[in-house]
């Protein structure tokens, strides 16, 4: 966008805000602007929503949300230099989660905030272990035939991606501990009770007269997550009674005294059987018709996301990729919708060649998919602009998700841009990876093809 129209999107905006006056607060996330008013009233939100460069605009609370993109750093930084607003830093992309306290009403929101909080800060790890996972592949001989399978290397990276996953009872534990405001270290110490060797090896055990069925927790997560779930209210209970100064020493004494009966005799098994469960859940949507589970989902997954109605999905997703370390329903049914949503801009791309300025958006919304994974400018600057694009859409993540459900096809890292365009498929070897590429290839194509053939009326192309 040049200086001339950074001038005159400004002063538009601005305008339809109401005036400079009644602008508490303006800052921006990485696709946003996120405005503060004094009277909510004086927004003309359709006129903001018919701006140049904007892709939508919607109230959250009493926020103002102006959907501009990539671009909206730069839009920022002018509207702060030239128009006189105070410039904040950048905020996350999720500040809209919910930060109210545990209710009976929001039960099931505060139960997925609180998964989703204990698992997600665990992502650059077991990232991480999949790239090793990764490079032992590349190295090994199903690929390069570098290093042979008894070579000390390829030991040693299967040992370190197996390490992620056997130990994840702890880190869980340290996780969620920090999700509920407990001591970090509180946790990791409960969830190393679990993994120890002393506790494994025992044939059997009794605790306060109470036989314990003994289990192998290593690679599950349910059992920490109960087991912080209950500690909590005892740690903060004995927080409140014991005086500050002995607090330090006796509330994290107590607090595991009293958990770690509840957590070995009840906790941790009930943990287990849920495990149990949704473990053979996913293996029965894998084995059995499962092609057609991610075919839907990758023909959904962008307007389920749009509405907010993915999240469900996305809490049984991250259970399965951190308990398998893959994925073979939920985030690859996204990967293929993702893809999608790339071969929309693409088809869009090719398409409006006459129409300078769509055609250069629809390359920035190309880029901003493909290297950053970020697919918002697309669905709002292509799809809901012109809504025909949104059939192609579905197709190709439908066409994409059926090929890779029926070829048993497993996702190992998350993100979906060209950065993982290898990465996502590497780890479970040569098969896995051809047949990624594939997929994604099935799910970009009929979507461009299908955006460039049926996605624009005449009228769209000058």
């Known amino acids: 966008m040049a200086s001339k129209d950074y001038e005159e999107f400004s002063k538009n905006l601005i305008e339809n805000l109401g005036g400079k006056e009644n602008i508490i607060s303006m800052m921006h996330c990485m696709t946003r602007l996120r405005v503060n008013l004094v009277d909510m009233d004086l927004v003309k939100i359709e006129e903001i929503k018919g701006l140049s460069s904007v892709l939508g605009a919607q109230w959250v609370g009493s926020q103002l949300q102006v959907i501009i993109g990539p671009e909206v750093a ?11 607003i105070q410039a904040q830093e950048q905020v996350s992309e999720n500040l809209d989660a919910s930060k109210e306290s545990f209710s009976i009403k929001k039960l099931g929101n505060s139960i997925m905030n609180y998964i989703t909080g204990s698992i997600v800060p665990l992502i650059p790890a077991m990232m991480t272990a999949a790239l090793f996972k990764a490079l032992q592949s590349v190295l090994g001989p199903t690929l390069l035939g570098v290093i042979s399978a008894e070579s000390d290397f390829y030991i040693l990276t299967e040992i370190v991606y197996h390490t992620f996953f056997y ?90 005294l009293i958990i770690i ?9 009930l943990g287990g059987i849920m495990t149990g469960w949704l473990t053979g859940a996913f293996e029965f949507l894998g084995n059995t018709g499962g092609f057609i589970s991610v075919g839907i989902i990758g023909a959904l997954w962008s307007f389920l996301v749009m509405t907010g109605m993915h999240v469900v999905l996305v809490q049984f997703g991250m259970i399965n990729l951190m308990q398998l370390g893959f994925d073979n329903v939920v985030f690859l049914g996204a990967a293929m919708s993702t893809w999608a949503v790339f071969g929309m801009a693409f ?9 300078k300025k769509e055609r250069a958006n629809a390359a920035g919304y190309l880029a901003a998919g ?27 993540g439908l066409a994409g998700g059926v ?23 590497l780890p479970g070897g040569t098969a896995n990876l051809i047949n990624g590429m594939i997929a994604q290839t099935i799910a970009i194509t009929i979507s461009a093809v299908g955006t460039y053939i049926y996605g624009f009326k005449k009228e769209d192309l000058t």
């Not at 730069?74 to 006189?84: R, S, T, V």
């Open 347 to 355: 088809g869009a791309l090719l398409k409006l060649r006459r129409n």
């Open 403 to 425: 090929y890779a459900g029926a070829v048993g096809l497993h996702l190992y890292l998350g993100g979906h841009g060209f950065t993982n365009f290898v990465l996502s498929w």
């Open 370 to 396: 493909l290297l950053g994974s970020i697919t918002e400018p697309a669905l709002y600057g292509i799809g809901f602009r012109y809504k025909k694009p949104f059939v192609a859409m579905a197709l190709g």
């Open 261 to 269: 009966p509840f957590e070995i005799t009840l906790l941790a098994p």
């Open 74 to 84: 730069q839009i920022y930084e002018w509207l702060c230099k030239h128009e006189g």
């Open 167 to 256: 130990f994840i009872p702890i880190f869980i534990g340290g996780t969620a501990a920090k999700k509920l405001g407990m001591d970090f270290s509180l946790g990791l110490f409960l969830g190393a009770v679990l993994v120890a060797p002393g506790f494994i090896a025992l044939e059997s055990f009794t605790i306060f007269g109470i036989n314990v069925q003994l289990q192998d927790y290593s690679g599950s997560i349910f059992p920490m997550l109960i087991t912080m779930a209950f500690a909590k209210p005892i740690n903060v209970l004995l927080k409140k009674y014991i005086p500050s100064i002995l607090a330090p020493i006796f509330v994290p004494f107590l607090t595991v």
